[in-house]
């Protein structure tokens, strides 16, 4: 009912910036609500973890880990949310999703998630 793409990512230097894009649309032109975003990265041989997220209200939460350096946020009226990312670490390097939280005009809230997107930052 609802596709999620994440683009953005690449190969970036330690101490670079990267804004990753999130764009919600429906598959077969379903009326949907977005009620929260979610990015999430997972590194090779580590678990799934959330970075951040943001609610259609605008409230944010961050991983302590990218507190200070990382900022969500989204446009309600493209269905579109963003991961701006500053002073990066080797660290950050993964793969990024990103999930959307949605109720349609004939489903229930569920989560819908995009394919990843790969951050890899250099040291």
């Known amino acids: 009912q609802v596709q999620v793409v994440e683009s953005g990512g690449r190969l970036v230097q330690a101490g670079g910036s990267l804004r990753l894009t999130c764009a919600a649309s429906?598959?077969?032109?379903?009326?949907?609500?977005?009620?929260?975003m979610g990015w999430y990265r997972q590194a090779p041989g580590k678990q799934r973890e959330l970075v951040a997220s943001?609610?259609?209200?605008?409230?944010?939460n961050y991983a302590d880990s990218v507190k200070g350096r990382f900022t969500v946020s989204r446009d309600n009226a493209k269905n579109t949310g963003y991961l701006q990312m500053n002073s990066l670490k080797p660290e950050d390097t993964a793969i990024y999703y990103c999930s959307a939280n949605a109720a349609t005009s004939i489903h229930v809230a569920r989560d819908y998630w995009g394919q990843g997107t790969q951050v890899t930052v250099s040291s």
């Open positions: 429906g598959t077969s032109g379903s009326i949907f609500r977005i009620y929260a």
């Open positions: 943001i609610t259609s209200g605008g409230a944010t």
